[in-house]
């Protein structure tokens, strides 16, 4: 016998996108090998688009959305999974091209889960999300080109009040790096300060994109904004600085030149939390677990019923959210 659940549920009727709470069972979800009873998800930038129809990032419906969870494992017919396991989901395009984490019970890939770490538990490892996944991948992608705390400069954090920044401020800081935090909203100054950062900077001051060259000021940087933000940090790394780039909020287009690569040997490194490969996702999530400040973690989260998403969604597109969202799905 199929088992209910309710679920947040989208429909298209012409060209505008409709959001229901509904009542399903499982003989309505996608195809997969587990069955997962779903405790936590979050509110990210494109689960707001998503929930407003926007970016053309869902092209089937009805469709549910909710781009990660985190929960308990129901039933499986991959024997790497059993009834009773906490298990993590970030990226496979869940929420977008896959039934997402928006609904009491989800079914998917065996392979694309990640086996919840010890020292985290399902809520925490939902107000870390793909947001704060995205930031440690950000984090090892600097240490691996050479970024470390013992060279003399700061780490700058562009964004970094919301998701991502929030979450990054916290593991640098966590590690010993100095960093610097880049917000065009003065309420967040004393919150950023609070997650470790030791500079704050004024978004605007990252808006100059008419030199290829400015004065060197950072030895890495993790950029969740794009566009010209992204044009002007990198004119500003010092000699073999690197850049992990994980965020368009300003757009896809990159308004500068070649010459920082050329002439100071600045790496830019794309971060994709989407395609990510399994060892890599499980050795993020662990250090995820070691590293991030549990104590910082909380006072960055707020958390919402799923219930109560829908308007949620509107306040982050226009900036109004600070940190992160974690989405009680149990609660609907």
């Not at 509904?22 to 688009?49: C, F, I, Q």
């Not at 933000?229 to 690197?242: C, N, P, Q, W």
């Not at 993020?284 to 019923?305: F, I, N």
């Not at 109560?308 to 609907?332: A, M, N």
Request: aromatic fraction near 6%; glycine fraction near 10%.
């Amino acid at each position: 016998m199929a088992d209910s659940f309710r679920a947040l549920v989208l429909d298209q009727k012409e060209k505008s996108v409709t959001a229901e709470f509904k009542n399903l069972t499982t003989d309505d979800l996608p195809a997969g090998e587990v069955l997962v009873r779903v405790k936590w998800s979050t509110l990210n930038y494109k689960d707001g688009m998503v929930l407003n129809g926007l970016g053309r990032l869902v092209r089937t419906y009805p469709h549910v959305p909710g781009v990660d969870f985190s929960g308990e494992v129901v039933s499986s017919t991959d024997d790497r999974y059993k009834p009773g396991d906490e298990v993590v989901l970030t990226g496979w395009r869940i929420g977008e091209a896959h039934w997402g984490g928006y609904a009491q019970l989800a079914r998917v890939k065996a392979d694309w889960l990640v086996p919840l770490p010890a020292g985290i538990d399902a809520s925490q490892a939902m107000a870390i999300g793909t947001a704060g996944f995205t930031a440690m991948l950000a984090v090892m992608a600097l240490e691996d080109q050479g970024v470390s705390t013992k060279q003399d400069g700061e780490v700058l954090v562009t964004g970094a009040a919301g998701g991502v920044g929030s979450v990054a401020v916290s593991i640098l800081s966590a590690l010993g790096y100095r960093v610097a935090a880049s917000t065009g909203r003065a309420e967040t100054h004393q919150y950023l300060r609070d997650l470790g950062a030791s500079t704050i900077i004024d978004r605007n001051e990252l808006t100059d994109t008419s030199k290829p060259l400015l004065t060197e000021r950072w030895v890495g940087a993790i950029d969740s904004v794009g566009s010209t933000t992204l044009a002007h940090v990198l004119s500003e790394m010092k000699y073999h600085g690197v850049v992990a780039a994980c965020g368009l909020a300003g757009g896809p287009d990159l308004p500068g030149t070649v010459i920082p690569f050329l002439l100071r040997g600045v790496k830019l490194i794309g971060i994709d939390s989407v395609m990510c490969p399994y060892e890599t996702r499980v050795r993020a999530w662990q250090r995820l677990a070691r590293e991030l400040p549990k104590d910082q973690l909380q006072s960055a989260t707020t958390k919402v019923a799923l219930s109560d998403i829908l308007p949620w969604g509107e306040k982050i597109l226009k900036g109004q959210v600070q940190g992160r969202l974690l989405v009680d799905v149990q609660d609907c």
